[in-house]
């Protein structure tokens, strides 16, 4: 024992997460988040709930069968998915579902039809004259869309679908004077809608588009003296900006500027020793604040968890296995450097 | 009291459009046998939520399915189907066509659930067009947005809108400026007042009033954060988006630079150990040969003052030696990095 120790260390409840996830039907908490009122949730529960556990290296059974075919009941046919049963489709949940069959590997090269005809919903939903990426049907806009547009057809090698260089647009549009990003053009900067604009550029290999230094200094400057990130200036820190910040940093190569060992205490502090993580010390643990804590421990290489990439959200591990052609085009990328040194 | 109150009225809302439906127009959810991230719905949910899917199935518009998504959106806001089903009665039923004023109260009298709900503020925007003015009762129902959270996101966004579409600049303006006296750290409020001012203003006009404005609420508290933000942003990032000559706006801003630099040595000799003054020495110091040095000194009292961001500050400091090599009479970091 090193008695120079004088603060005991936090541990991190490596399988009382992994109970609290695989028992979620169980637990008292759902009231908290109110969600027999949030059946819309379902999907992205699910996703916080299996990325998680993937992340925790899970060897229970995370009940495939049962998953995929509530899963393809929410299909439509125009190609996206609705949240549930009948519910028209949108961006976001066909997104989720996106992430969900990766997590399941579900085999999409064995179904071409499927894959273009989500692609097409996702694309149909591109704004020809501003180049924005609209919620549904009924034309909501703002960059979350932008950034669920991007990565599901990215992973679904369909980005010749629609006009990248109009969404780029976009998103530079919504780029404020503190080099961060708003939901819309004009609109504050935030962490979230700065995470999904980093992300959607990251992925189209446009990070050159933008100040990189300038969004490094305001991501840095969301870290509190309690180790967090807040969102926005003069806001509380809150566990979830701790992967909207960090998965940022680590896109644009500049993780080391923060605290890493500050922010790691943060969400440390944030556990229930029953298991799941909370917004902030001492509040009720959910699913999502459980999520995004692991997976920005997950980031920093902690714990031996699978580690996470940070512009998918799914393990780099399963992304290298299942997404071949991402793979390829971040070599190409690496020799054409190589090339241009010489 | 308001909220017991449309509490009991939702309560009576929900029988009796639970009435209009016959037992036999239900459709029961898919449920497989043991779903994953699960929820336990309320028995009145439940039956709602039967008759919603079965009106969906048979693609009913009618004034009874127009009720329904009332009673679907009290208890489950999120669902956005059931907007869309909404405007759908309320654009295609001529008993419907002409009331986008009973829809904005009936918007009005459910706002107190909606301040995080997308699906809301995107259907209010929609009717709030269709009504085609400002609807009496819209600043009142904001403030009251305001005060339950005047950091709330979409409320700023709708706002932002809301001035765009009817051209609500010099009012605003004047409200902003309440909100900001009245919540100094309220960062919406300060970028939304970048907003109404430097989107379609000239720069040489108002660059020098707001900058003041700036100033004013940091000398009331160095700490100020979005005080600070506002005022860099209008030094650095203005000049070249705003209205206006740009080669004039340019030279301006050098000249607000000068000024900057003053104002901030002054807080730094005035205030105990203030990052903000600092951070913003850097900038102006860190663009030119002949303040390299001043820029690397003040970076190196950062690593101090500011010490979560110690690994930012050094990497600054070594970009700036970088820049300037002439100045490496410097030891290599001596500090190390987290």
């Not at chain 2, 939304?192 to 707001?210: C, P």
């Not at chain 2, 500011?306 to 070594?318: A, G, Q, S, V």
Request: proline share 3%; hydrophobic share 35%.
């Amino acid at each position: 024992m090193d008695k120079k120790e004088e603060v005991k260390e936090i541990p991190f409840y490596y399988e009382k997460h992994e109970d609290y996830l695989l028992n979620l039907d169980k637990t008292e908490e759902r009231d908290a988040i109110g969600y027999y009122t949030n059946d819309h949730l379902r999907i992205p529960g699910g996703y916080w709930c299996i990325g998680a556990l993937h992340l925790l290296n899970t060897t229970k059974d995370l009940k495939d069968k049962e998953m995929i075919t509530f899963l393809k009941s929410c299909s439509t046919p125009s190609g996206g998915f609705g949240a549930n049963l009948l519910q028209d489709p949108s961006m976001t949940s066909t997104h989720y579902v996106v992430l969900l069959f990766s997590l399941y590997k579900v085999i999409w090269n064995k179904e071409t039809s499927e894959i273009e005809k989500i692609a097409q919903y996702v694309s149909h939903l591109q704004d020809k004259k501003t180049g924005s990426f609209k919620g549904d049907d009924w034309g909501e806009v703002d960059l979350r869309f932008m950034y669920c547009a991007v990565s599901s057809l990215k992973l679904l090698n369909q980005l010749s679908c629609f006009d990248v260089d109009k969404a780029c647009e976009f998103i530079l549009k919504c780029c404020n004077p503190d080099g961060a990003f708003g939901g819309v053009p004009g609109a504050e900067s935030h962490a979230a809608y700065t995470f999904c604009a980093v992300g959607a550029l990251a992925i189209l290999n446009k990070l050159h588009l933008i100040d990189l230094d300038k969004l490094g200094q305001w991501l840095v400057k969301r870290q509190t003296t309690e180790g967090g990130f807040n969102g926005r200036p003069e806001k509380l820190p809150d566990v979830c900006y701790s992967w909207w910040i960090l998965s940022a940093l680590y896109m644009i190569k500049r993780d080391h500027w923060c605290n890493k060992d500050a922010l790691k205490e943060f969400i440390l502090k944030c556990q229930d020793e029953e298991g799941g993580i909370s917004d902030r010390q001492g509040n009720q643990v959910d699913v999502f604040h459980t999520f995004f804590g692991i997976a920005a421990l997950s980031l920093m290489g902690q714990y031996s968890l699978k580690l996470i990439n940070p512009l998918y959200a799914l393990p780099q591990s399963l992304l290298d296995e299942l997404f071949p052609h991402l793979h390829q085009q971040q070599s190409t990328i690496s020799i054409k450097k190589k090339k241009k040194k010489k | 009291y308001q909220r017991r109150v449309h509490g009991d009225y939702q309560e009576i809302m929900i029988k009796e459009v639970e009435g209009e439906w016959a037992p036999t127009e239900r459709l029961a959810q898919f449920e497989p046998e043991a779903p994953i991230a699960p929820i336990d719905y309320s028995e009145k949910f439940k039956t709602i939520m039967d008759i919603f899917r079965y009106a969906l199935k048979i693609d009913e518009v009618s004034l009874r399915a127009y009720r329904l998504t009332a009673a679907v959106i009290f208890l489950n806001s999120g669902n956005y189907t059931a907007w869309y089903v909404r405007r759908k009665c309320l654009d295609s039923l001529p008993e419907l066509k002409d009331k986008v004023k009973e829809e904005i109260e009936y918007l009005d009298i459910i706002a107190h659930d909606m301040a995080k709900v997308y699906q809301y503020w995107h259907h209010r925007r929609l009717i709030v067009q269709k009504f085609g003015s400002l609807p009496p009762n819209e600043y009142a129902l904001l403030e009251k947005f305001h005060e339950e959270d005047d950091k709330n996101y979409h409320m700023w966004t709708y706002r932002m809108w809301m001035t765009e579409q009817f051209h609500l600049w010099d009012a605003e303006y004047k409200r902003v400026t309440a909100k900001i006296e009245e919540n100094p750290k309220n960062n919406s409020a300060w970028s939304y007042r970048y907003f109404l001012q430097f989107h379609h203003t000239e720069y040489i006009k108002i660059g020098s009033a707001e900058i003041d404005f700036a100033k004013s609420y940091i000398l009331k508290d160095p700490n100020n954060e979005s005080a600070w933000v506002y005022y860099k942003g209008i030094v650095y990032f203005s000049p070249s988006k705003c209205v206006g000559d740009k080669a004039a706006n340019a030279s301006l801003a050098e000249k607000f630079k000068a000024e900057g630099e003053l104002f901030c040595l002054k807080i730094r000799s005035s205030v105990t150990d203030n990052r903000f003054c600092r951070s913003f020495l850097v900038d102006i110091y860190k663009e030119k040969k002949e303040t390299a040095k001043s820029a690397i000194d003040i970076c190196i009292e950062l690593i101090e003052v500011d010490k979560i961001r110690k690994n930012y500050w050094l990497w600054m400091k070594d970009k700036i030696l970088l820049s300037f090599p002439e100045k490496q009479q410097y030891e290599k970091s001596q500090h190390q990095y987290y």
